[in-house]
């Protein structure tokens, strides 16, 4: 079935330094990859939606400038969380439209200190 | 705008069967999703329903009524590998042209033993 790969699955970045997240689907084209951001015993939230090849869409209050997302080819999309903050401190997973659904990559547990 | 509601938590006895209850209002319906999701990992797929009834999938089972905005998710046979949270997800048309799923709160399911 369709495999989204996530990197890295955990990370701890200290305060005011940027972190990339990266999103591959593996045998199957990508063309649109959703972003979201889960904090504990909370629903996933959508924070942008990115299609290969041009800009991503960002949810209402996402702030795009601090949330890069690039989607330069249809197997990767990256995510970078630049000048990081604590309350950045989340769950950050990846989907895309591909197998049964949407397949989700393996999520990254980002902390910031 | 969408709304979608599933219980907080629920809990079960090994063997036995349990439903999990989503109400949605959506702007536009093209399709429910039931996912399920262990701590600290990402959702994984149990079901798809876009026309009304009962979708039976070995020990999980999804219903859907589109006229009543309400799906369930009924599992049985309980094992306690079940005990994880049960997301349910509808895609909406009417949000965005990717048609962007949005996620209920999740619904934790405790299975005792």
């Known amino acids: 079935g369709a495999v989204v790969s996530q990197h890295p699955s955990r990370v701890i970045c200290k305060s005011g330094t940027s972190v990339k997240i990266e999103c591959r689907s593996l045998?199957?084209?990508?063309?649109?990859m959703f972003w979201y951001r889960q904090f504990p015993k909370q629903s996933l939230m959508l924070m942008a939606t990115?299609?290969?090849?041009?800009?991503?869409?960002?949810e209402q209050g996402v702030e795009k400038d601090k949330f890069l997302i690039n989607h330069a080819s249809l197997t990767l999309s990256t995510l970078t969380v630049t000048s990081a903050h604590p309350e950045d401190s989340s769950f950050y997973i990846c989907?895309?439209?591909?197998?049964?659904?949407?397949?989700f990559g393996s999520g990254t547990r980002l902390t910031v200190v | 705008g969408q709304n979608i509601d599933q219980p907080t938590e629920m809990t079960a006895t090994e063997g036995a069967i349990v439903q999990i209850n989503c109400t949605y209002q959506?702007?536009?319906?093209?399709?429910l999703f039931w996912y399920q999701q262990h701590a600290g990992e990402a959702p994984t797929f149990l079901s798809y329903?876009?026309?009304?009834g009962l979708e039976e999938k070995g020990r999980f089972s999804s219903f859907l009524s589109r006229s009543k905005g309400y799906s369930y998710l009924l599992l049985k046979e309980l094992q306690m590998k079940d005990s994880a949270s049960y997301l349910c997800?509808?895609?909406?048309?009417?949000?965005?042209?990717?048609?962007?799923?949005?996620f209920g709160r999740g619904t934790s399911l405790i299975v005792h033993p």
């Open positions: 989907s895309a439209t591909g197998g049964s659904g949407y397949t």
């Open positions: 045998d199957f084209q990508a063309t649109t």
């Open positions: 990115s299609n290969e090849g041009s800009k991503a869409t960002y």
């Open positions: 959506t702007s536009g319906f093209n399709g």
């Open positions: 329903n876009v026309l009304d």
């Open positions: 997800a509808v895609r909406d048309p009417q949000r965005g042209g990717s048609y962007i799923p949005t």
